[in-house]
C-alpha cells in the first residue's frame, strides 16, 4: 500500500467519525497546551531571575573584597577579615587559565558643584584598559581613557541630572549642563585639610558620558582610570594635615578590590576555586544566580510533570478511541485481509490514524499556546505579583512571565506524535490479529 492511499483512507476513516475524533482531538490540544505553556513559565522564570541579577552586574566577573566574610562549615557569617589587596595578587590571578582580564579598584568619595548646585558621587578607579572587558556601556558623549589620554572623568548616566542646592529645604534633583556649566571637581571630607595650604579642586573639561544601563554600577558612578586618579588623590593628600596626609597616602597602597573578567561563565567556579585555594574569598553574581536557577529548574520540572499528566489522560483517550474503531471496523478489516492487503499495511493504516490524531492535536496546541502565552503576559501581571510579593529579586515590570523558547513547540509536536503512535501500537497490533474469516461474519 502507497503512502498516498494510507493518508487519503486514514483521512476517510476519521473523517466519518467526526465528533469523535474532534473529542480526541481536543484530549491532544489540552494536553500539548499544558506541556508548552506549563514549561514556558518555568523557562519564563528563569530567563527573569538572568534579567533581575544581570541588572546589578556581569554574571562573568569575580570579585575579591578586601574586608571579606569568614564562614563556618554551614555557611554562616562568623566574622570579617581584612585580605592584602596589591599588584602582586593582581599578577597571580591574571596567571589563572580562562581569566580575560584583572583590573584593582580604588573607591573614593568625592563631590561635583556647579554654582549652587552638589552632587556627591562615588568613584571607582580601575584600569581603563579593561573596561571592553567588564562589559562598559556605550557613551553618549566623549570616549573612554585610552594610553595616550587617560585624564578622563567617565560619568555614569545619571550623575548631570542628581545635582541638588544644599541650602534648599526641598531636596529636589537638578540637571546640570556639563558642557555650558562650570563643574568642580573635589574628593571628599574624609581627612582635614591644612588650613594653610589651598584645598585640593579640578575643573571638570573632560569627561564622557555612559549611556544609560538600570544598572547601578555604572548609571551612579564616576569611573576614572587608576593611573590618573592615584596622581590626583596624591595632590590632595599634599594638601591635607601630615597625620591625615599619611593616611592618605597610605589608602593607596591596597586595594579595596579587584575585579576579575571570566572568558565563560561555564568557568566560572574554576576559577574561583583557584582563587579560594590562594586564601582568597571570591563572590560572583553566578554564585546568586545558581540556587535561582536551580529553584526555576525545579519549578520547570513540576509544571512540565502537570502538563505530562494532561498528555498521559489524551493518550488513553486515542487509544480508546482507536480500539471503539477496530470493534465498529471489524468486517472491513476482514474484507482488506480477504482482498490479500499486508498485515503490516494494515498496522500502518492504524498507527497513521493514531500519528494523524497526535500532529493535529500538537499542531493545533502549539498555536494556542502562543495565544495563551500572550494572555498571560499581557494580563497575568496581578497574579503573579501575588505570588512573588515577597521575592524582592523579582521586578514585575516589563517582565514576560511565559517564554517559549524556540525548540519547546517541536518538541511538544514530536510528542504529541510519539503519543499518538504509542497509544495507538495496542490497537493497530490487536487489528492485524482479527481472523478474516471470523471479521466477515460480523454485521459492523
Not at 490540544?29 to 519564563?44: F, L
Not at 584600569?127 to 555614569?156: I, M
Not at 492535536?361 to 512573588?388: A, D, R
Request: charged letters at 25%; glycine letters at 8%; hydrophobic letters at 40%.
Amino acid at each position: 500500500m502507497k503512502i498516498s492511499d494510507l493518508f487519503i483512507m486514514g483521512l476517510r476513516n476519521l473523517s466519518r467519525r467526526k465528533a469523535r475524533t474532534a473529542l480526541t482531538v481536543i484530549g491532544v490540544i489540552i494536553g500539548t497546551i499544558s506541556i508548552v505553556v506549563m514549561v514556558s513559565i518555568g523557562v519564563g522564570m528563569n530567563k527573569n531571575y538572568e534579567s533581575q541579577v544581570m541588572e546589578l552586574g556581569s554574571l562573568t566577573t569575580i570579585t575579591v573584597e578586601r574586608h571579606a566574610p569568614i564562614l563556618d562549615k554551614d555557611g554562616n557569617y562568623v566574622d570579617m577579615k581584612e585580605q592584602s589587596m596589591d599588584d602582586t595578587l593582581v599578577e597571580k590571578i591574571k596567571g589563572i587559565k580562562h581569566v580575560r582580564a584583572v583590573s584593582p579598584v580604588i573607591s573614593k568619595s568625592a563631590m561635583l558643584s556647579s554654582g549652587k548646585y552638589e552632587n556627591y558621587i562615588q568613584i571607582m578607579a580601575m584600569d581603563s584598559s579593561t573596561y571592553a572587558d567588564f562589559d562598559f556601556p556605550a557613551l553618549t558623549s566623549g570616549s573612554y581613557p585610552t594610553d595616550e589620554n587617560n585624564k578622563v572623568l567617565v560619568l555614569g548616566a545619571e550623575i548631570p541630572n542628581n545635582f541638588y542646592d544644599p541650602r534648599s529645604r526641598r531636596w529636589e534633583p537638578t540637571t546640570v549642563d556639563m558642557d555650558k556649566d562650570k563643574v568642580i571637581f573635589r574628593f571628599g571630607y574624609e581627612y582635614m585639610p591644612e588650613e594653610s595650604k589651598k584645598q585640593f579642586s579640578l575643573t571638570v573639561t573632560d569627561y564622557s558620558i555612559m549611556e544609560k544601563t538600570d544598572n547601578w554600577q555604572f548609571d551612579g558612578v564616576v569611573y576614572m582610570d587608576i593611573g590618573y586618579f592615584e596622581s590626583l588623590y596624591k595632590k590632595y593628600a599634599s594638601s591635607l594635615k601630615t597625620e591625615d596626609r599619611k593616611k592618605a597616602l597610605k589608602s593607596l597602597e591596597t586595594y579595596e578590590r579587584i575585579q576579575i573578567s571570566v572568558d565563560n561563565v561555564k568557568n566560572l567556579d574554576k576559577v574561583q576555586n583557584e582563587i579560594k585555594e590562594m586564601g582568597y574569598q571570591p563572590t560572583s553574581l553566578g554564585t546568586f544566580l545558581k540556587p535561582m536557577q536551580e529553584t526555576s529548574k525545579m519549578l520547570q520540572m513540576v509544571l512540565g510533570g502537570i502538563g505530562a499528566i494532561s498528555m498521559l489522560v489524551s493518550a488513553i483517550n486515542i487509544a480508546n478511541t482507536m480500539v471503539m474503531s477496530i470493534y465498529e471496523r471489524t468486517k472491513e478489516i476482514g474484507i482488506m485481509k480477504v482482498l490479500g492487503c499486508f498485515i503490516k499495511d494494515i498496522k500502518k493504516l492504524f498507527l497513521f490514524e493514531a500519528g494523524i490524531i497526535g500532529l493535529m492535536g500538537g499542531v493545533i496546541g502549539i498555536i494556542l499556546s502562543y495565544i495563551t502565552s500572550w494572555g498571560i503576559n499581557k494580563f497575568g501581571q496581578p497574579l503573579f505579583k501575588s505570588l512573588f510579593s515577597g521575592n524582592y529579586m523579582y521586578n514585575m515590570d516589563n517582565t514576560k512571565f511565559s517564554v517559549i523558547p524556540l525548540w519547546l513547540p517541536f518538541v511538544a509536536a514530536g510528542i504529541a506524535i510519539v503519543i499518538g503512535l504509542v497509544s495507538g501500537y495496542y490497537p493497530a497490533r490487536r487489528a492485524t490479529k482479527i481472523s478474516a474469516i471470523e471479521a466477515m461474519k460480523t454485521d459492523g
